[in-house]
């Protein structure tokens, strides 16, 4: 597997779209066919087989947000892609630390951070809105010096 920069938003919006996906990166009141916001200052990382992508949001200048979607066909190989983007990201970007911010209740998507080295360093109480039901957002982190 390798990961590079991809301006694909249509191979970006087939992912996010996709019927088994959607469920996992939106919210209730998002509109339908959700398109993201691409800016200049927005990297999209995407597998060779175009069945995932990493979104890297800038938060200031050392510190970024990610979020990942992959479709069903790579849901056992997440973990390397994480794992070949966050290299990358480090690589080829001045950020010293990555944060990211998963629903309480996306368990896998809590185990794959993990995985990737993320620590957990706090919760946003109440803020996901899923099946008309408010979810906590859990934060995790991961540094520049701390990996491996």
Same mark, same amino acid.
């Given at each position: 597997?390798?990961?590079?920069?991809?301006?694909?938003?249509?191979?970006?919006?087939? *992912?996010?779209?996709?019927?088994?996906?959607?469920?996992?990166? %939106?919210?209730?009141?998002?509109?339908?066919?959700?398109?993201?916001?691409?800016?200049?200052?927005?990297?999209?990382?995407?597998?060779?087989?175009?069945?995932?992508?990493?979104?890297?949001?800038?938060?200031?200048?050392?510190?970024? !947000?990610?979020? *990942?979607?992959?479709?069903?066909?790579?849901?056992?190989?997440?973990?390397?892609?994480?794992?070949?983007?966050?290299?990358?990201?480090?690589?080829?970007?001045?950020? !010293?630390?990555?944060?990211?911010?998963?629903?309480?209740?996306?368990?896998?998507?809590?185990?794959?951070?993990?995985?990737?080295?993320?620590? !957990?360093?706090?919760?946003?109480?109440?803020?996901?809105?899923?099946?008309?039901?408010?979810?906590?957002?859990?934060?995790?982190?991961?540094?520049?010096?701390? %990996?491996?």
């Amino acid at each position: 597997m390798h990961v590079s920069r991809t301006r694909d938003k249509k191979a970006i919006l087939k *992912i996010i779209n996709h019927n088994k996906v959607r469920k996992w990166v %939106v919210d209730d009141l998002s509109p339908d066919n959700y398109t993201p916001f691409m800016h200049e200052s927005v990297i999209v990382l995407m597998d060779d087989e175009k069945l995932g992508m990493i979104r890297i949001e800038p938060m200031n200048g050392i510190c970024c !947000q990610v979020h *990942i979607a992959t479709k069903p066909k790579m849901w056992g190989h997440a973990v390397e892609f994480g794992q070949l983007a966050k290299e990358w990201l480090f690589k080829h970007t001045r950020y !010293q630390k990555v944060v990211a911010m998963v629903p309480a209740y996306n368990r896998l998507a809590i185990r794959v951070c993990r995985k990737i080295g993320f620590k !957990q360093e706090g919760v946003i109480e109440r803020s996901f809105l899923r099946n008309w039901e408010l979810h906590d957002w859990i934060v995790f982190g991961l540094n520049k010096n701390e %990996v491996k």
